[in-house]
Structure formats: structure tokens, C-alpha cells
């Protein structure tokens, strides 16, 4: 009796638990769309990744390699990109885009990394992988899918007999060198750089035009017009490049914690936060103080200065500063401090673990945590003697109101940005570094 018994109870309440569950589970799912992405009242730690993105397919792109016509015997390396990341970042997409532009094959660039002890030295001739800063597989994927034309190698033993084809030319190739230069925009017809490359290559290395041929490519920096194309092809181009996953996820972390510690919900929500957090580079670390003395916004007197009143006006008391100045973050913090506002950095925002893996990283790897929180920042400041804070604002102008950001008061200004300095000053920037 007891068995049939409980056996009626289990026929009886079993489908009231499950349609209750189906219940339960549709609430959750017509819902959990308008939810926010961190509950400020549990213990949950938020999104792992809000920098993460799909694999770029641009339309674009693919009709500008449609129209090219392709040479996969001749591969170009790409193994002299120096400097922070917003040098080399413009430096491997340039490779890339020459690459497109001579219809050559490319093995997948190397990076040069700074004097650990000596950040000011920039040019060590010690190699390392894409993935130092970038994710591989998406800089793979995207450009099998936006440009399946181009042939990609590995590593330059992948190319066949390579040892012999290095050996062809004997030079490294500066496509600024062969083409005319036009100050401050870059080359002057970019369109024709094929042409000029296969004279150039006919001329000086007439074996070269036969068979595999490997190039070796100079540094390329701020050479390439970027709207040579379309503003479409420019604006997405940079996408075949996204930020390696550990830092993503660290960048994110700093986020949700800065959204808990000061009760900013919507943070994490959009391309950038809304009335959440001011963003500042303090550009006065040891290599700046040696290649810019000569700038007067290269002084912390002047950038401290500018950076407070700015953030003043916004109303924002929470500043986020990126800066590998320890000693001048303290100080800049006790000035922000008697201005009623409150500095915090990558190192005040993550603990245990995540700690540790940031002080793991090198020099240049954690500025790719700052480069993300600040792309993220309500309003952002910095100068205009540094790639690094250029590229977060040219970045961030995607999604500015103000569309004449070149036109004053600043070198940059917008809704979303400041670059202070000299109005249309390092043009080569603006024309020259893709977003």
C-alpha cells in the first residue's frame, strides 16, 4: 500500500513541479534580456568578457581584395613593429594593408618588445608572437573571411624554400621610400603602390620576379591614408586585430569592480559608459619624459592641471588614470583628492588572482587593460604627443555626436573625447591611424 500509494503522490505532483520549472524558465528567458549585466545585490562577479567580438566579415574589405590581383609568390614578413601598442597596433594593420595593396601573401607579423629594464628602449630586436597583444585565431579568421584572397603563413619556415627566397632580396622594403609623401597625410597615391612596388622590384632584384620572393617590410607607423577606400573600409579595418583574452577578461574584472565600489550600474552596458567614470592617460613615464621633454604638455604640472579641470566640468568624481608612473599616479591622486574626487587605477581595482596575473604581464601587456577601461570611459582625456591616448580617442569618435572633432578647441575634442593640444597639429594621426 505504501508503495502504490506513494506512487499516486509521484503521478500527482510531478507534472505541477515541472509545468512550475516551464514557468520559472520563461520568466527567466523573456527577461534576462532587459536585465543589467551585474547585480549589485549577489555575489555573481559579472560578464568574463564586454571586449569580446565575432570574427570580422566586411563587405568592404572583401571589394577592395576582389578587385586586386593577387601574387601569393610573393610574401611579405613584417617583423620591425615597435613602441606602445598604439604604435604597434597602426603598424601591423599597415603591413596588412600593403600586403592587400601588392596582392602578396604575408606571414602573420611579429612583435618587437621594449627593454623590460629600460622602457625607453624600444628597438631590441627581440621577437615575439602576434598573441604578445593580439588574439591570433580572430586576426586569422577575420581576414580568411573579409579577404580569403590573401594567403597567410604561420612562420616564415612555412613558406616553401623560404631559406632561398629570403635570400632574392637583400634589402628591406619602405614603401614610403618608393612612393611620393605628402606632409601630414601620408603617401600621396596609395592606389598605385603595386605598380611601384613591382618596378621597384624589377629594378633593383630582377630574379626577384620569379618564383616564391620574400619581402622583408620596414617599420610602417603612420604612412597609409586610412579613407584611401571608403570611411566603411576605414572604420572597421582595425577590427581584424582584438586584444588577447586574458587581458580582455582582466579589463572587464576592473569594470565590474569599479561598477560595484561605486554603484555604477550601467557601466558595462553600450560601447562606453554613460555618465560613469572620467578617463585620463598620464603620459609622463620615462620614455615620454626622454622623447617629449620638448612638449610643454609633457610636463605632470600641465597634464595634472588640464585632466582635473576637465573632469571638474563633467561632474564626475570618479577618475580612472593609465599611467606606468606610479610615483605621479600617487601624486595625482592627492590632487584629485583635494578636488573631491576619487583616482583609481588597474592595480586599486583587481585582487587575489587577477592581481597576479596582471603584475605577470610585461610593460606593454598591461597598458592593454587600460587601453580597454578607457575605451569604456564616459569622457576621456590625454595628449597629443602619444599614440596611445590618440587611438582611444579616434577609436571612441565612432560613437561621438560631435562629427567636427578636428575643428577646435582642441587637437581632438568631441561629446566623448579630449586630445589636448594645438588645433589640426600631427595630422599624420588623424589621416594615418586606423580606429
Known sequence: MLRIHAGRKRKNVLPVVAIAYLILLWFWILYRGSLPPLNLFS???????VFDFSPLKSEAIQKVCAAVEWNPDIVFTCDRSVGGVGNIR?????????????GASLVIPRIVIRNP???AIIRTKELVELDYMFDRRHFVESLRLSCPQLR??????????YKAAQKKVGTTLDPARIMDRVPHYGLAHPEDFQQQFYEWLKKHFPDATTGTTVVALARLYLQYPIYTDSEVFALRFGEILKFRADVRKLATVALVKMSKAFSLPKLLIGNYAKEAFFGAHLRTEKDAVDGFSKFELSAYSVQSKLYLEHAASTDMKVLYV??????????????????????ITKHDLLEGEDLRKLNALTWDQQALVDFLVLSKSSYFAGVGHTSFALNIALLRHRWARAKNHLNGPQQISDDLSVIFGK????????NNMWP
Open 152 to 161: 597567410l603563413y604561420n612562420t616564415i619556415t612555412d613558406v616553401p624554400n
Open 322 to 343: 593609465a599611467s606606468g608612473n606610479a610615483t605621479e599616479i600617487s601624486k595625482f591622486a592627492d590632487d584629485a583628492r583635494n578636488a573631491n574626487m576619487t583616482v
Open 117 to 119: 629594464k629600460d622602457v
Open 90 to 102: 597602426n603598424s601591423v594593420l599597415h603591413c596588412v594593408r600593403y600586403a592587400i595593396s601588392a
Open 423 to 430: 588645433v589640426h597639429a600631427r595630422m599624420e594621426y588623424v
Open 43 to 49: 555575489s555573481f562577479s559579472g560578464p568574463s568578457d
